[in-house]
């Protein structure tokens, strides 16, 4: 048997297998450098990723190292950052005679930033960020999921400084394809839990028309207790107040019609304790606003169940929302003399569902 090199096959086939993998590498580093081309094309921000692995026999690609700042102001946090960024053919699709996509973050966070200016503030929300993703991926996203991700709210401007973080966030996005091809409706549908305040529980539905002009959709949303001590920079920073005790849980229903929204957002405080003159003596105008808004607070609440809470009706469109502030105020009183809120969704028999990673 003639020894394997000396066949006349064998080096041919080195030489295609060399040139495959040359491709293959300098093809991640082609695709590598046109995400951080398109990345830095958007206005305000900027984006970098450190390395891009290539899986062609399943028509993927991850992104490593990915991170996305704001080039204006002095924001001292990236606005999104992840180990590893996933996009691929989504295969079960194709038994349906549709070709797209999904997106997987692995271990995303993001940073939604509040400033005295629009310089030193970061949002985000207004900034093409669908189109760039159309860019990076060239079939449409079907679906999309979050593993273990971090949402915050900072506000580096106040005293103390505020980080109000939803941690060990998993999120679903199905149908975002609008088509009838791989669901029963139109209707895209995105399930999310969290962790507030890395503590407690919320959880999250929304279902959405995503090709609406305007935003469309029927979210509801419920947040089970968390300790209102976990508040206190929030409380701080904003109402010069702290929390001695108590516990909050919050119920939020909202749905929009082409911009046009209606709802309503009901915080429930249970057991709260706002002044100790023990702890409070500090600044005396601080003591002085302590003392009003915690006797306010225990004054108009419903004692029986030792609860402050109200309803805050929710309506107008996005350019204009207007919640009525009126409203609010009578519910106060509603809540301690008539019947105390729950801090549950109008519909008792509403469960909102866990998230399923494997949703389809």
């Known amino acids: 048997m003639k020894q394997i090199w000396k066949q006349k096959w064998f080096w041919p086939l080195v030489v295609i297998l060399v040139a495959l993998l040359i491709v293959r590498l300098y093809l991640a580093i082609w695709v590598r450098d046109y995400v951080n081309r398109k990345l830095n094309e958007m206005e305000d921000y900027r984006g970098h990723v450190a390395a891009v692995d290539l899986h062609l026999w399943r028509g993927a690609y991850t992104i490593h190292q990915v991170t996305i700042e704001k080039t204006t102001g002095k924001v001292p946090v990236p606005f999104f950052s992840a180990p590893a960024v996933d996009l691929s053919v989504e295969w079960m699709a194709l038994w349906h005679g549709a070709v797209v996509g999904e997106i997987e973050f692995y271990r995303?966070?993001?940073?939604?930033?509040?400033?005295?200016?629009?310089a030193s503030s970061q949002f985000g929300v207004d900034k093409p960020w669908v189109q760039k993703i159309k860019q990076l991926f060239p079939v449409k996203i079907n679906r999309f999921a979050v593993h273990d991700g971090?949402?915050?709210?900072?506000?580096?401007?106040?005293?103390?400084?505020?980080?109000?973080?939803?941690?060990?966030?998993?999120?679903?996005?199905?149908?975002?394809?609008?088509?009838?091809?791989?669901?029963?409706?139109?209707?895209?549908?995105?399930?999310?839990?969290?962790?507030?305040?890395?503590?407690?529980?919320?959880?999250?539905?929304?279902?959405?028309?995503?090709?609406?002009p305007k935003p469309t959709f029927d979210m509801k949303l419920e947040l089970a207790e968390v300790p209102l001590t976990?508040?206190?920079?929030?409380?701080?920073?904003?109402?010069?107040?702290?929390?001695?005790?108590?516990?909050?849980?919050?119920?939020?229903?909202?749905?929009?019609?082409?911009?046009?929204?209606?709802?309503?957002?009901?915080?429930?405080?249970?057991?709260?304790s706002i002044?100790?003159?023990?702890?409070?003596?500090?600044n005396p105008i601080d003591f002085i606003w302590q003392g009003i808004v915690g006797g306010?607070?225990?004054?108009?609440?419903?004692?029986?169940?030792?609860?402050?809470?109200?309803?805050?009706?929710?309506?107008?469109?996005?350019?204009?929302?207007?919640?009525?502030?009126?409203?609010?105020?009578?519910?106060?009183?509603?809540?301690?003399?008539?019947?105390?809120?729950?801090?549950?969704?109008?519909?008792?028999?509403?469960?909102?569902?866990?998230?399923?990673?494997?949703?389809?």
Do not use: W
Not at 196 to 208: A, D, S
């Open 108 to 118: 995303p966070k993001m940073n939604f930033v509040n400033g005295p200016s629009k």
């Open 150 to 212: 971090e949402i915050h709210y900072r506000d580096f401007s106040h005293d103390p400084k505020v980080d109000v973080v939803f941690d060990r966030a998993q999120m679903v996005g199905t149908n975002f394809t609008n088509s009838k091809k791989l669901s029963k409706t139109l209707i895209a549908d995105i399930d999310m839990e969290a962790r507030p305040l890395r503590t407690g529980e919320v959880r999250c539905n929304v279902q959405l028309d995503p090709y609406a």
């Open 230 to 272: 976990k508040l206190n920079d929030f409380a701080k920073a904003y109402g010069h107040f702290t929390f001695e005790e108590g516990t909050l849980k919050v119920a939020t229903e909202l749905n929009s019609k082409n911009g046009a929204f209606n709802g309503y957002v009901e915080p429930v405080f249970d057991h709260m």
């Open 275 to 282: 002044f100790d003159p023990a702890h409070d003596s500090d």
């Open 296 to 360: 306010l607070t225990r004054i108009i609440r419903n004692h029986p169940k030792d609860r402050f809470g109200t309803r805050v009706p929710l309506s107008g469109n996005f350019d204009d929302p207007t919640p009525d502030v009126m409203t609010t105020i009578v519910n106060v009183f509603k809540n301690a003399f008539i019947k105390a809120f729950e801090g549950k969704l109008e519909n008792e028999n509403i469960e909102l569902p866990k998230v399923d990673k494997e949703k389809h």
